[in-house]
């Protein structure tokens, strides 16, 4: 089992509070895009023969790819691998680019999952993050993929922007539920270095959010989309059941994943690597590769303190048998001894032998993952 | 003998010693061109860093007068009040001491002390005006006010300028000239006086030390007089840039000796070094025990480097025989040791040494001075930690240290620094006009209030015309009380101060305050409280995080999450845990801060 992620560093204007690695010279697009069958040809081997049950175009932009360009990266896969049956292929779109033809021609290539970057039903707040699109675009490109057959789709949404009220949170969420789609992947903003948004806010031109409110606003997010049968099943991620992002799943449960493009990530089970994020030097990979890529291998403890990162932010938890079975007794002792205190103060559920963040905790998770981490 | 010159330099901190001191080192080629570097004497890394010298540094040079060659030893000294035992074991080992006064600056509080101590010791002075080269120079009124100091002709003093390398020559000849040859006789029975002592990881330790009698040889049987142990003198030599090592040394002389001496405890500053098989009748003088002035906590960080701190407190105790430690354990802190210092800069260098010396991340907590607590069935008990004081129906009276401070200033300042002793519980002294505008105030206050922020509120209250000097003066009673602080009712014993009574609330909602802004946000609210007794004084509350940053999606790049956390993780390392609440480390000084 492995998956395979495409990362597509194109968009055509970048928004504010984003810091994935995208330029906006289309123009590069085509070398891209024949560097990418390259590095594809050069790494398959990372995955052997493992079956590929996910692929993921992510980006940046991928929607601005055309139908044809992600048919033939699927048919340069399965050339190389064995594509599950009933493998999730996902593309994330940004709704201004979405037509009813592009639509059902993903559809026709083999695309069976949509995520769609509404961000917001407020077109105030698009103008500030500079979204290229306004709201009513953002709903019709839910009903285009409907139309177009998809039955997987699920849409972004950020909340804790400066002065975004919880009445209109409230709202944003009914509609959200009242689309009929069967994932929301809902992000807090952050302010990420090196943004147009964290300058603001350093300036004092961007006042975030007070804490009291963004508690608020996420507990409003979990429980409201819970009552509308949604499952919290991790801190960002709400899906109906057989809906979720099994991509991502993937990723927290050390499945390995090939990932292609600048500052894509791989894992093969033991290391991790890394792609430059760089794209004049990653459309030259055909004449160098050993530069663009930077590789780690995992030790015990990042092995540990990885699955403690990326267990505690899923409603499966981590497992205290586990623990000790992968790692030692003793650690599983220690790690039960730092979580005491968090259950004492119901940030963590303990059910039976797993530790699970509640909603409580899941506000906190930076400090109770780090306070569990080995050190 | 006669061509031995032993002399020191004294004078106020940065009037320029260690500067005239290089020049002379290159003038007399002690230093070849391409060694030279800047603070030649100052060796470690701290006081280059600093600029200011911390440790006694001996060395010989050679000077040729008239076509006879003299061996000149040197010994550059610390100018900081703080280090002022230094200058007084220097001192002991010299017949001259070349005293300087900066031509911009004057004389100042340290020069006076430090002069006092030469004069006790009957060595020759040679007052030099230093800096000329500076345009704002007052080289006549300099030497007007050392001539009302020490009553010399004026045409004694030598006007020179370390920087440029002016007169240094003619220094050097008033040395030869001037500094009595040391006395002694080469033939009688060995008497050397220990000076000083260092530590070196091959060697073991190095003593320093003065010849006043007799003539020590290598391989010969010594013994040391207060400890009684005996050793052969693996080898001597004298202090050039480098050890050199000799077959004999004279009475007159100062040099090392090596003797595979590993405890530290064994050299003991200010002993005297015999032969075994003919020792002298009687011990030299020596040094009067250092008193540490200003108690803290050391304790080591990760609890498992205990035995190394204590390793590691003795080796420095070996370089500074002015460290005092003792070990004692704190319920939020653990193992640690309760150590003494001759001031707050000590304090601050000796933890600086730990760190960089011997790689040791410790925790220091508040520091305070030694008090003589008077118990109620009569006895007397010296308490230098909060902790240590006896039930209050026990005690009768406490009585805590005072000083004799002398600050020398302008005459535009006097308001300001007044007001700054009064609210110090100082007494005015006395009042004497120098020179010119500068004025001379002397002052009686508890040594307890230097410890805190004293030296940057008398600063700023001078503009920096001003200068500190003092020396311990008794004790009196005082009325202290024990300042406790409570996180969430629980009370740290390592944040707990004696304090005087009035200044107790001040202090307490201080601390509080200072505490709030230190201790990080937790899951459950922080109650800080300060308590005199059951009562408590002053409170303040951090508020338990809601939320931090909630996750957003970071896709297949789990590397840079966890290593971001990773070193979250390692911040906390450095928090201490009491009862269900994080401290950070530096909370345990945070009172030095307060303002
Ligand atoms: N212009 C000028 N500057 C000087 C002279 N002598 C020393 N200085 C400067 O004065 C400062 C202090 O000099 P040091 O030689 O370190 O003083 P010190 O007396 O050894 O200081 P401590 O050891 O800390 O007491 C340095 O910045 C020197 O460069 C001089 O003759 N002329
Ligand atoms: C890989 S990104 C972009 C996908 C696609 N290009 C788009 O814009 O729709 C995935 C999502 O992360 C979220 N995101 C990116 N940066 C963020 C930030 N600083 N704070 C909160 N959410 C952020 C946005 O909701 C975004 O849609
Ligand atoms: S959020 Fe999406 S469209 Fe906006 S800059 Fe980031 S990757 Fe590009
Ligand atoms: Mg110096």
New binding site residues.
């Given amino acids: 089992m492995a998956g395979i992620y495409i990362h597509y560093p194109f968009?055509k204007s970048r928004?504010y509070?984003?810091?994935?690695y995208s330029v906006t010279e289309e123009k590069l697009s085509e070398a891209f895009f024949q560097a990418l069958l390259f590095e594809l040809n050069l790494r398959k081997s990372m995955l052997g023969d493992a079956v590929i049950e996910t692929i993921y175009f992510?980006?940046?932009?991928p929607s601005l790819l055309s139908a044809p360009k992600i048919g033939l990266i699927i048919e340069e896969i399965a050339k190389h691998f064995n594509i599950a049956d009933h493998a999730e292929i996902t593309i994330?779109a940004?709704p201004d680019d979405v037509t009813s033809g592009y639509a059902r021609r993903l559809h026709e290539e083999g695309v069976n999952r949509i995520s769609l970057?509404i961000?917001s039903f407020y077109n105030y707040h698009l103008r500030l993050m500079n979204r290229r699109h306004k709201v009513l675009k953002g709903i019709k490109s839910i009903e285009i993929f409907k139309s177009a057959g998809f039955d997987n789709i699920s849409i972004?949404?950020?909340y804790g922007l400066p002065e975004f009220t919880l009445a209109e949170w409230k709202k944003t969420l009914k509609k959200a539920v009242n689309l009929d789609i069967q994932h929301i992947?809902a992000?807090?903003?952050?302010?990420?270095d090196n943004?147009v948004f964290s300058t603001l806010k350093k300036k004092g031109l961007l006042k975030p959010v007070d804490e009291e409110l963004s508690y608020q606003q996420f507990m409003l997010l979990s429980e409201f989309l819970e009552a509308n049968n949604f499952v919290h099943y991790e801190i960002s991620n709400f899906g109906h059941l057989g809906r979720f992002s099994r991509h991502n799943i993937n990723y927290w449960k050390n499945i390995p994943y090939l990932g292609l493009g600048p500052s894509a990530h791989s894992f093969d089970g033991k290391n991790r690597y890394w792609n430059d994020s760089n794209i004049s030097k990653y459309i030259r990979i055909d004449k160098k590769i050993g530069d663009i890529i930077t590789k780690e291998e995992l030790s015990a403890k990042d092995f540990f303190n990885e699955y403690i990162m990326t267990g505690l932010r899923t409603y499966w938890g981590i497992d205290i048998d586990y623990i000790k079975e992968h790692f030692s007794e003793q650690q599983a002792i220690s790690t039960e001894r730092f979580a005491t205190p968090y259950i004492d103060s119901e940030h963590i559920r303990k059910e039976r032998n797993k530790l699970i963040l509640t909603k409580k905790g899941m506000l906190i998770s930076y400090k109770i993952i780090a306070d569990l981490f080995m050190s | 003998m006669d061509k031995i010159r032993n002399f020191s330099i004294i004078a106020h901190i940065d009037h320029g010693k260690s500067t005239l001191a290089d020049r002379m080192l290159q003038l007399t080629k002690t230093v070849g061109e391409r060694e030279y570097h800047d603070q030649m004497l100052d060796d470690m890394d701290l006081e280059r860093e600093r600029g200011i010298t911390i440790k006694s540094h001996a060395i010989q040079m050679r000077h040729t007068k008239d076509g006879i060659e003299y061996k000149l030893n040197l010994i550059d000294t610390p100018g900081h009040v703080d280090f002022s035992y230094e200058v007084s074991r220097s001192i002991a080992a010299c017949e001259g001491a070349l005293l300087i006064v900066d031509a911009t600056q004057g004389i100042q509080a340290q020069t006076i002390s430090n002069l006092y101590m030469a004069v006790e010791h009957d060595l020759e002075i040679i007052p030099i005006v230093n800096k000329i080269d500076l345009p704002n120079a007052m080289i006549d009124e300099v030497k007007e006010q050392i001539v009302d100091l020490i009553g010399c002709d004026p045409d004694d003093i030598i006007e020179a300028s370390g920087k440029t390398g002016e007169n240094v020559d003619l220094i050097l000849d008033a040395i030869i000239e001037k500094v009595p040859p040391p006395e002694g006789d080469e033939e009688a029975p060995l008497q050397c006086l220990i000076f000083d002592s260092v530590f070196n990881s091959y060697r073991g330790i190095i003593a320093y030390f003065k010849i006043r009698n007799g003539t020590l040889r290598k391989g010969d049987k010594v013994k040391f007089f207060n400890t009684g142990h005996e050793y052969k003198a693996d080898e001597i030599g004298i202090l050039g840039m480098t050890m050199k090592e000799e077959k004999e040394l004279r009475a007159g002389n100062v040099g090392y000796i090596i003797s595979g001496i590993k405890v530290s405890k064994e050299v003991k500053v200010g002993d005297t070094i015999t032969h075994r098989d003919n020792p002298c009748a009687k011990a030299i003088a020596g040094f009067e025990e250092v008193k540490p002035m200003v108690f803290a906590g050391i304790y080591p960080v990760d609890a498992d480097d205990y035995e190394d701190l204590r390793a590691s407190i003795e080796k420095l105790q070996l370089n500074d025989a002015s460290l005092t430690f003792e070990a004692e354990s704190s319920a939020a802190l653990g193992f640690g040791f309760r150590c003494g210092f001759l001031g707050l800069l000590h304090m601050e260098i000796i933890q600086e040494r730990l760190d960089r010396e011997f790689d040791m991340d410790v925790i220091t907590t508040v520091p305070n001075v030694s008090y003589n607590v008077y118990v109620r069935d009569g006895s007397v008990m010296e308490v230098h930690n909060p902790s240590g004081l006896p039930e209050a129906t026990h005690i009768d009276r406490i009585e805590e240290p005072f000083i004799q401070a002398q600050i020398i200033t302008h005459a535009d300042y006097i308001g300001p620094i007044m007001k700054l002793c009064l609210d110090k519980r100082g007494e005015l002294q006395n009042q004497i006009f120098l020179t010119g505008n500068r004025v001379e105030i002397t002052f009686k206050m508890p040594l307890a209030e230097i410890v805190f922020d004293f030296y940057d509120k008398l600063k700023s209250a001078s503009r920096g015309y001003a200068s500190f000097d003092y020396h311990t003066s008794g004790y009196r009673a005082a009325k202290l009380v024990k300042l406790d602080i409570l996180l969430n009712s629980e009370s740290v014993d390592a944040l707990s101060t004696l304090i005087h009574e009035a200044n107790a609330y001040d202090l307490g909602r201080k601390m509080c305050v200072k505490l709030r802004e230190l201790i990080p946000r937790q899951q459950f609210d922080v109650a800080i409280q300060a308590a005199i007794g059951a009562k408590i004084i002053a409170r303040e509350t951090v508020k338990a995080v809601r939320k931090d940053v909630t996750a957003?999606?970071y896709?297949g790049d789990i590397t840079r999450k966890r290593k971001l956390l990773e070193k979250q993780k390692k911040g906390k390392k450095r928090m201490r845990q009491v009862g269900n609440v994080e401290v950070p480390q530096k909370a345990f000084l945070a009172v030095l801060k307060l303002d």
Avoid: A, R
């Avoid at chain 1, 992000?187 to 990420?192: A, D, R, S």
């Fill in positions: 968009c928004c509070y984003c810091d994935f992510g980006g940046g932009t994330e940004n970057g961000q972004d949404l950020i992947s992000y807090h903003l952050t302010y990420e943004t | 957003k999606c896709g």
